[in-house]
């Protein structure tokens, strides 16, 4: 609620020298290409359309920036997100007016959600069009308004370049996010004054970085006085690159660790202290770590209802300490008794600081009891899956060789869609080092993991870049594979092929007495995915045998010079557990379907 | 600025008073929650779809708005925003920190007494239009 109305933010945020004088762009759409060099972006996914064909133009002179071609708009949109949480640079994607525009609409959603800075780029109709229905004419500056972090028209060319440096600044800066910038074909054709030329004021955009002293004070003291903490990991720790200094915190203080479905990778699965994801299907460590907890320290996570179940019940005895950088996540959903408003990096780092101080002038936490609880939560209820009696492939035995062969190295990327398979590539996948693991979050966007793993590998280009989809998922989305293959972006698609989709299914057996409507998909016979595969110039495998799994997999890891796509055929009743029902909770959790764990009579 | 020289119409019509006031206590019931009024003074960036998103934000996150107006401000570039919304107090937290997200919305304070927000009101709008005197009127 409070605020100085006078500061003026830098909003050309990029490494690129801002003063380095531009080859004095004729008309907008030469401004806008000259603001994407300046600013360093290097790579570009989109689609032509009417309105947007004068940027394309200028586009197509410029030697710097690589423009990727795709099938649809939405996979422009995944990609560029696939690119910045492969990399945390900004991701970008264009498309024309009208249903160019509106197709971004839901990788701009899903960015939002899960704080992925990207900016999209839109043509529009010219101005004195607007507001008249003309052909391909879409409101989309307010389509976009409740799910982006800001949306722009720029109508005046002059206004093009600091509206594009100021988006720039916007995605990237204090919570990341997804910025729209919407241009009128009249500004891009129109002439430049480059003397006109200025940064945008953005009075009302002051992004907190650094947490108060005293807060960070009240929250050591907190966790030097509590005796079940837990170090509650979400996102912001990867968004920020924390990841280290998160390890130092949790070594200094010996706390255990919960990373969330958004922080897998932000501390080593391998590490003691990690007890796994909490959640709808969080590990019984983790949930029970959570429930059991008298103080959370919750670092860039938000208390999704995923996470907590049912909030009456969610941690009934912990206190919170709360740090997010957005400071509406605070006490958003569950109360916060300290509150540290800032960059995860910056405010983890002050923790750390400051325990080190009280630690070297003799305080400690009393945590040895509760490690051992949790130590022993962890041994006694680890993930694990039934072997299908029937000799078929279990889906997250699939996941497991996968990540045996390729590894948990840096530069073994995994991109998941949504659902079952999303859950067992969360659990069976072993995750070491951050954005190594893309997925949708918040959103839950099915269709996410081809184009995602596309701009990964665009970003990446030596990293081993695996989409772990599904075949639901997939079928939302693999016209990408044209665009992979064409443009030399070979990515590895493992479809989890269950002929279902397979959550839906999952919760119609839970829940709907075995009633599967209209979840089951004939995916075994149409498509025939090792020929859809080679159709567009992919390599197509096929493995529906456990024996041949690794055999598989290497095939799929020798070919580098396009992608592949591999048909898992996997037991289609594999259900993922743990699970806390919807809406219940998390001490209704089951590990396995009807087997509930002891870890709260035991204690 | 200059305090209007036209004072509030006395009585405020009839389809200002009641109507939003009981539903709002229906709401308050319904949820448990001791809900109140609380008027928002808001400073934006006078920019083309300001409003809109400031609605949006407002019917997003679910809350009401009893009262709204817009008027500029001795700042071309800035306009003010008087919001009248019904809600607890926790509930005004939540959405001043949503409203404070957006990157156009450059200040918020919450009026806390009824003269300065009749005082207000008026101020904003020198030619006083009748949705402006009813708010003002409204709130007491």
């Given at each position: 609620?409070?605020?100085?109305?006078?500061?003026?933010?830098?909003?050309?945020?990029?490494?690129?020298?801002?003063?380095?004088?531009?080859?004095?762009?004729?008309?907008?759409?030469?401004?806008?290409?000259?603001?994407?060099?300046?600013?360093?972006?290097?790579?570009?996914?989109?689609?032509?359309?009417?309105?947007?064909?004068?940027?394309?133009?200028?586009?197509?002179?410029?030697?710097?920036?690589?423009?990727?071609?795709?099938r649809?708009?939405?996979g422009?949109?995944?990609?560029?997100?696939?690119?910045?949480?492969?990399?945390?640079?900004?991701?970008?994607?264009?498309?024309?007016?009208?249903?160019?525009?509106?197709?971004?609409?839901?990788?701009?959603?899903?960015?939002?959600?899960?704080?992925?800075?990207?900016?999209?780029?839109?043509?529009?109709?010219?101005?004195?069009?607007?507001?008249?229905?003309?052909?391909?004419?879409?409101?989309?500056?307010?389509?976009?308004?409740?799910?982006?972090?800001?949306?722009?028209?720029?109508?005046?060319?002059?206004?093009?370049?600091?509206?594009?440096?100021?988006?720039?600044?916007?995605?990237?800066?204090?919570?990341?996010?997804?910025?729209?910038?919407?241009?009128?074909?009249?500004?891009?054709?129109?002439?430049?004054?480059?003397?006109?030329?200025?940064?945008?004021?953005?009075?009302?955009?002051?992004?907190?970085?650094?947490?108060?002293?005293?807060?960070?004070?009240?929250?050591?003291?907190?966790?030097?006085?509590?005796?079940?903490?837990?170090?509650?990991?979400?996102?912001?720790?990867?968004?920020?690159?924390?990841?280290?200094?998160?390890?130092?915190?949790?070594?200094?203080?010996?706390?255990?660790?919960?990373?969330?479905?958004?922080?897998?990778?932000?501390?080593?699965?391998?590490?003691?202290?990690?007890?796994?994801?909490?959640?709808?299907?969080?590990?019984?460590?983790?949930?029970?770590?959570?429930?059991?907890?008298?103080?959370?320290?919750?670092?860039?996570?938000?208390?999704?209802?995923?996470?907590?179940?049912?909030?009456?019940?969610?941690?009934?005895?912990?206190?919170?300490?709360?740090?997010?950088?957005?400071?509406?996540?605070?006490?958003?959903?569950?109360?916060?008794?300290?509150?540290?408003?800032?960059?995860?990096?910056?405010?983890?780092?002050?923790?750390?600081?400051?325990?080190?101080?009280?630690?070297?002038?003799?305080?400690?936490?009393?945590?040895?009891?509760?490690?051992?609880?949790?130590?022993?939560?962890?041994?006694?209820?680890?993930?694990?899956?039934?072997?299908?009696?029937?000799?078929?492939?279990?889906?997250?035995?699939?996941?497991?060789?996968?990540?045996?062969?390729?590894?948990?190295?840096?530069?073994?990327?995994?991109?998941?869609?949504?659902?079952?398979?999303?859950?067992?590539?969360?659990?069976?996948?072993?995750?070491?080092?951050?954005?190594?693991?893309?997925?949708?979050?918040?959103?839950?966007?099915?269709?996410?993991?081809v184009?995602?793993?596309m701009?990964?590998?665009?970003?990446?280009?030596?990293?081993?870049?695996?989409?772990?989809?599904?075949?639901?998922?997939f079928q939302?989305t693999n016209q990408e594979l044209a665009t992979c293959a064409v443009e030399?972006i070979p990515i590895?698609v493992?479809i989890?092929?269950?002929?279902?989709?397979?959550?839906?299914?999952?919760?119609?057996?839970?829940?709907?007495?075995?009633?599967?409507?209209?979840?089951?998909?004939?995916?075994?016979?149409?498509p025939d995915f090792v020929t859809l595969a080679e159709a567009y110039g992919c390599l197509g495998?096929?493995?529906?045998?456990?024996?041949?799994?690794?055999?598989?997999?290497?095939?799929?890891?020798?070919?580098?010079?396009r992608p592949v796509v591999?048909?898992?055929?996997?037991?289609?009743?594999?259900?993922?557990?743990?699970?806390?029902?919807?809406?219940?909770?998390?001490?209704?959790?089951?590990?396995?379907?009807?087997?509930?764990?002891?870890?709260?009579?035991?204690? | 600025?200059?305090?209007?020289?036209?004072?509030?119409?006395?009585?405020?019509?009839?389809?200002?008073?009641?109507?939003?006031?009981?539903?709002?206590?229906?709401?308050?019931?319904?949820?448990?929650?001791?809900?109140?009024?609380?008027?928002?003074?808001?400073?934006?960036?006078?920019?083309?779809?300001?409003?809109?998103?400031?609605?949006?934000?407002?019917?997003?996150?679910?809350?009401?708005?009893?009262?709204?107006?817009?008027?500029?401000?001795?700042?071309?570039?800035?306009?003010?925003?008087?919001?009248?919304?019904?809600?607890?107090?926790?509930?005004?937290?939540?959405?001043?920190?949503?409203?404070?997200?957006?990157?156009?919305?450059?200040?918020?304070?919450?009026?806390?007494?009824?003269?300065?927000?009749?005082?207000?009101?008026?101020?904003?709008?020198?030619?006083?239009?009748?949705?402006?005197?009813?708010?003002?009127?409204?709130?007491?």
């Open positions: 609620m409070t605020a100085q109305p006078t500061q003026t933010p830098p909003v050309t945020g990029s490494a690129a020298d801002p003063a380095a004088p531009a080859a004095a762009p004729a008309n907008g759409a030469e401004a806008l290409v000259a603001t994407l060099e300046r600013i360093g972006v290097s790579d570009i996914f989109g689609l032509p359309g009417g309105a947007v064909l004068p940027l394309y133009d200028a586009l197509y002179q410029s030697s710097r920036i690589r423009h990727i071609l795709v649809h708009e939405q422009a949109g995944h990609a560029a997100q696939g690119y910045a949480s492969a990399t945390g640079r900004v991701g970008v994607c264009m498309a024309t007016s009208g249903p160019g525009a509106t197709n971004l609409v839901t990788p701009l959603a899903d960015a939002n959600m899960d704080s992925v800075p990207m900016v999209a780029i839109t043509g529009n109709v010219p101005s004195s069009s607007i507001g008249s229905d003309a052909f391909q004419e879409a409101d989309i500056r307010s389509i976009t308004m409740p799910v982006t972090k800001h949306s722009f028209l720029v109508t005046d060319p002059d206004q093009i370049a600091p509206t594009l440096a100021s988006a720039f600044h916007i995605a990237s800066s204090g919570r990341p996010g997804p910025v729209l910038v919407d241009v009128s074909k009249d500004a891009l054709v129109s002439a430049v004054d480059p003397a006109t030329l200025t940064d945008l004021a953005l009075p009302g955009y002051r992004p907190v970085t650094a947490p108060r002293p005293e807060a960070v004070r009240d929250a050591v003291s907190l966790m030097l006085q509590a005796r079940r903490p837990v170090l509650y990991v979400g996102g912001g720790v990867v968004r920020a690159g924390a990841d280290r200094e998160l390890r130092s915190l949790a070594e200094l203080s010996g706390i255990p660790v919960v990373t969330t479905l958004m922080a897998r990778g932000a501390f080593p699965d391998s590490h003691p202290q990690h007890m796994g994801m909490p959640g709808m299907h969080g590990t019984v460590a983790a949930v029970g770590a959570l429930q059991k907890s008298d103080l959370i320290i919750s670092l860039g996570a938000r208390f999704d209802d995923r996470v907590t179940g049912k909030l009456d019940s969610f941690a009934p005895h912990a206190r919170v300490i709360h740090a997010d950088i957005d400071p509406a996540e605070i006490g958003k959903n569950r109360a916060a008794d300290v509150a540290l408003v800032g960059d995860a990096r910056e405010t983890i780092g002050q923790l750390v600081a400051e325990l080190t101080d009280r630690t070297r002038s003799g305080a400690a936490g009393d945590y040895e009891e509760w490690v051992g609880f949790c130590t022993r939560t962890k041994a006694r209820y680890p993930l694990g899956y039934e072997t299908p009696a029937d000799g078929s492939l279990a889906p997250q035995y699939v996941i497991e060789r996968i990540n045996a062969i390729s590894g948990s190295g840096p530069d073994s990327v995994y991109v998941a869609g949504v659902g079952q398979h999303q859950m067992w590539a969360s659990h069976f996948v072993s995750y070491e080092h951050p954005r190594t693991w893309l997925n949708s979050g918040g959103l839950g966007t099915m269709g996410y993991a184009p995602a793993a701009g990964a590998k665009v970003a990446r280009p030596e990293a081993t870049v695996w989409a772990i989809d599904g075949d639901g998922c939302m030399g590895k493992a989890i092929n269950n002929a279902a989709l397979g959550m839906v299914r999952q919760w119609q057996a839970l829940f709907f007495s075995e009633r599967y409507s209209h979840s089951g998909l004939p995916s075994m016979q149409v495998l096929r493995c529906d045998r456990p024996e041949d799994v690794d055999a598989t997999v290497e095939a799929a890891m020798a070919v580098n010079d591999v048909d898992f055929q996997v037991h289609k009743d594999a259900m993922v557990w743990p699970m806390v029902p919807a809406g219940t909770s998390n001490d209704a959790i089951q590990y396995a379907r009807d087997l509930k764990p002891t870890f709260l009579e035991d204690e | 600025m200059t305090t209007a020289a036209a004072t509030p119409p006395s009585t405020r019509p009839a389809t200002m008073t009641t109507a939003p006031i009981a539903a709002a206590e229906r709401a308050a019931t319904r949820k448990g929650t001791t809900m109140s009024r609380h008027a928002l003074s808001v400073l934006v960036e006078n920019n083309p779809g300001v409003l809109a998103r400031v609605s949006v934000l407002f019917a997003r996150r679910s809350f009401n708005i009893d009262h709204l107006v817009v008027g500029p401000t001795e700042d071309p570039k800035v306009s003010r925003m008087t919001i009248v919304v019904n809600v607890g107090t926790e509930q005004l937290h939540k959405v001043t920190n949503q409203l404070d997200k957006l990157i156009e919305v450059i200040h918020i304070e919450e009026l806390d007494d009824a003269a300065a927000i009749r005082e207000r009101l008026w101020a904003i709008n020198d030619n006083g239009p009748r949705p402006v005197g009813a708010m003002a009127a409204a709130w007491g």
